[in-house]
């Protein structure tokens, strides 16, 4: 009678360890991943940014702009630039979860395109049918817009990896590990309105 | 590229979302992208080359409506046979959230990035709520969230708590842009004609509140004309419509993709009274690359077409009284509809398909980039590794 009742509760207690063991390490798999995707999108974020800032430098330095407007650009362009070299991601010690205050740089460098992209800048631009100019119009629109899928994709991973991070058993069981917490990448990305359709 | 996408509704039933599924497909693949489609059908043959059907749909009744999908073990299988032999570098799900073969490809996806589009703008639903759980992990594989417009995106922020890019739906512009008028259906300063298109016997089009109005609007101009183009059966409306308004309507069926092109171009104001439910409004935007004048009702999906009634007229959704006004000012003002003929057709320009279809593209490009830039998975061995590690019923 004993013996029976032990040998059900240590079935029972082993069971329960089992499926407890197996929800631990696959909500830690499931964590893993989702960080993964972050680190990603992060990748993906970065590389549109550094396309975008040489598209708009070779744009100022086309000479097709005024030189205020071309100074203007160029100046956002290459702080862009020089903060990515300066910090690349690859050497970054939170693995790229993080976008190390970059975000100042580049609402700059979006400020500075839409003050000298007026429409009719646009317009005028696209009218002397220079494929220089025109190339780095193209290139700084697909990468503006580029740059916004990316900015959007990024934080709805973020948004996942914290909502499972906050969960209890996450919490409690510290399956998150020493990985810092993503952060939303929260930047002015509005492209002038004559690129942006 | 080679891109598989999902459409979870019968391909041989005409559909918004079949048609955009259709048109964006052919699109990419006269631009040279190796393009499979995967969605049920309930024959093969006459089927395009690039389709694969998912199996036979079945009439069920999801979210208050009824609508033909498949799942079940054979769909199942079939949806894994084509991820495997597509070996597609992105895979693109429409409306993921019903239960058909676009979630069924989600839960067997296994590396492909996958893009999701969502079109209705009715995701809210009970099993949603309740199946939540279970279908988190899936839905944690998509890496781009597409909504076709202001009201999808914020429906999928209510609830499924999620951040979607706005693309809007595409039109093939030059097909309505280059649609003759046809005589018949011209109007003159006397004689003005009004085009209503849609399923007539549907009271959310609105045919109801176009016939109540058309009675102001015979008041002034006696031999106006209503030219009902589209499905269903408009006699029960105009059984209890005023007499007058039966005289002046004229009910023309069915009509093919040309005649309601030409139909567009040809009358001086096309209406678009519809009550609700509407999360984009392709119509309105046919209209104007056909250069249509537009007056619709002010729902939230029409005022973003028509760029908050800059390049269209809006009236309060469901009233008679505002729609007969906006249509009286209108055909007082040949010179405002002239303006605004111009304005649509610019406006239309933007819903394009080869504007469109370069913002998926863009997209498609983002989530490869972001696949690529992840740091290398461990890839699961033993059960044990099998059983933590893989993805919920992708790879097992």
Redesign the interface.
């Known amino acids: 009678m004993l013996d029976v009742d032990v040998l059900q509760a240590v079935t029972f207690v082993v069971i329960v360890l089992i499926a407890l063991a ?1 929800y631990l ?2 909500s830690a ?2 964590l ?3 960080h ?2 972050v ?6 974020l970065d ?2 940014l550094v396309r975008r800032a040489e598209a708009a430098l070779e744009l100022a330095n086309s000479g097709a702009l005024d030189p205020g407007s071309a100074l203007l650009i160029a100046d956002a362009a290459t702080a862009s630039l020089e903060r990515t070299t300066e910090h690349p991601l690859t050497e970054d010690l939170l ?1 790229g979860q993080h976008f190390g205050g970059r975000e100042g740089v580049e609402s700059d460098l979006t400020a500075a395109l839409r003050a000298a992209l007026p429409d009719d800048v646009v317009a005028g631009l696209r009218v002397r049918d220079d494929e220089l100019v025109t190339d780095s119009l193209d290139r700084v629109a ?1 990468s503006g ?2 740059v ?3 900015r ?6 973020v ?2 990896v914290r ?1 499972v991070r906050a969960k209890r058993s996450v919490l409690f069981f510290r399956l998150a590990g020493y990985a810092a917490l993503p952060e939303p990448v929260d930047f002015d990305d509005e492209l002038p309105l004559a690129l942006a ?1 | 590229m080679r891109i598989g996408m999902v459409c979870p509704y019968a391909w041989d039933v005409p559909g918004g979302v079949q048609f955009h599924v259709r048109d964006l497909a052919e699109h990419f693949i006269a631009r040279g992208h190796e393009v499979s489609v995967l969605a049920p059908a309930d024959q093969e043959e006459g089927l395009p080359a690039y389709f694969t059907s998912s199996g036979r749909p079945v009439a069920v009744r999801y979210n208050g409506s009824v609508a033909r999908l498949t799942f079940g073990p054979v769909t199942s299988a079939r949806v894994t046979r084509w991820l495997e032999a597509g070996r597609f570098e992105v895979l693109h799900l429409h409306e993921p959230m019903n239960p058909s073969a676009a979630l069924m490809a989600l839960w067997a996806s296994t590396d492909e990035p996958v893009v999701a589009t969502f079109h209705s703008s009715v995701v809210k639903s009970r099993a949603l709520q309740a199946a939540h759980p279970l279908l988190r992990p899936s839905l944690e594989k998509i890496r781009g969230r597409i909504a076709v417009s202001q009201e999808a995106r914020a429906n999928m922020r209510r609830y499924l708590r999620a951040e979607s890019f706005i693309i809007p739906n595409g039109v093939r512009v030059d097909r309505f842009r280059d649609a003759r008028p046809r005589e018949g259906w011209c109007g003159t300063a006397e004689a003005p004609t009004l085009a209503f298109l849609g399923r007539c016997d549907e009271p959310r089009k609105g045919l109801g509140v176009a016939l109540r109005a058309m009675r102001d609007v015979l008041d002034e101009h006696p031999t106006a004309r209503l030219l009902v183009a589209g499905p269903g059966d408009a006699s029960v409306l105009l059984r209890d419509a005023d007499p007058r308004v039966v005289r002046s309507t004229e009910v023309l069926g069915v009509v093919t993709e040309e005649d309601k092109a030409s139909l567009l171009a040809s009358v001086d104001a096309y209406l678009a009274p519809h009550l609700g439910g509407e999360s984009f409004g392709i119509v309105l935007v046919e209209a104007m690359a056909a250069g249509a004048t537009v007056v619709a009702s002010d729902l939230p999906a029409f005022t973003d077409v028509l760029d908050g009634g800059r390049t269209g007229v809006l009236f309060e959704t469901g009233s008679a009284d505002a729609l007969g006004h906006a249509v009286l000012d209108l055909l007082a003002d040949p010179e405002r509809r002239r303006t605004l003929r111009a304005l649509g057709q610019d406006r239309a320009r933007v819903f394009d398909w080869g504007v469109v279809a370069d913002r998926v593209l863009a997209v498609y490009e983002t989530v490869i980039a972001g696949a690529d830039g992840e740091p290398d998975q461990p890839t699961p061995t033993g059960l044990w590794g099998r059983l933590v590690r893989g993805v919920p019923g992708g790879g097992s």
């Open positions: 197996w390490s696959y798999a499931r893993d991943r989702l993964a995707k680190e990603g999108a992060m990748s993906a590389a549109q693995d697909a817009l580029r916004r899928l990316a959007n994709f990024h934080n709805d991973a948004r996942e909502r359709a």
